[in-house]
Nanobody, 125 residues
Framework: QLVESGGQSVQTGGSLRLSCVVS????????MGWFRQAPGKEREFVAA????????SHADSVKGRFIISRDAVKNMVYLQMNSLKPEDTAVYYC????????????????????WGQGTQVTVSS
């Protein structure tokens, strides 16, 4: 089970940290991801991390602004979002793959088996 939190309305240039509680199994071989979906648009990849923490991937649109991390003790995955822009407005979803994905597959939605319900992020200009 994945439960996201932390979404809210902020102004351009602001920061937010999204959290995802991961429960219901062991995750040593999992890959965790964040995706987002803006109104009228398809869901898109944001960032991913292997549960081991050894590999991360970030979409070009968020590189240098967003950072994915995880706390293996707390079973939490985070998305630190800085320098937010209006185009970051979307529902953000936490996702889990039961596999330790190779870097080139981390951005593929079809690689993820479990999804949270989403949390809304709104960035106003």
């Amino acid at each position: 089970q994945l439960v996201e939190s932390g979404g809210q309305s902020v102004q351009t240039g602001g920061s937010l940290r999204l959290s995802c509680v991961v429960s219901g199994g062991t995750f040593s071989r999992h890959t965790m991801g964040w995706f987002r979906q803006a109104p009228g648009k398809e869901r898109e990849f944001v960032a991913a991390i292997r549960w081991s923490g050894s590999t991360t991937s970030h979409a070009d649109s968020v590189k240098g602004r967003f950072i994915i991390s995880r706390d293996a003790v707390k079973n939490m995955v985070y998305l630190q979002m800085n320098s937010l822009k209006p185009e970051d407005t979307a529902v953000y979803y936490c996702a889990a793959s039961q596999r330790s994905l190779i870097w080139s597959s981390m951005g593929s939605m079809s690689a993820y088996n479990y999804w949270g319900q989403g949390t809304q992020v709104t960035v106003s200009s």
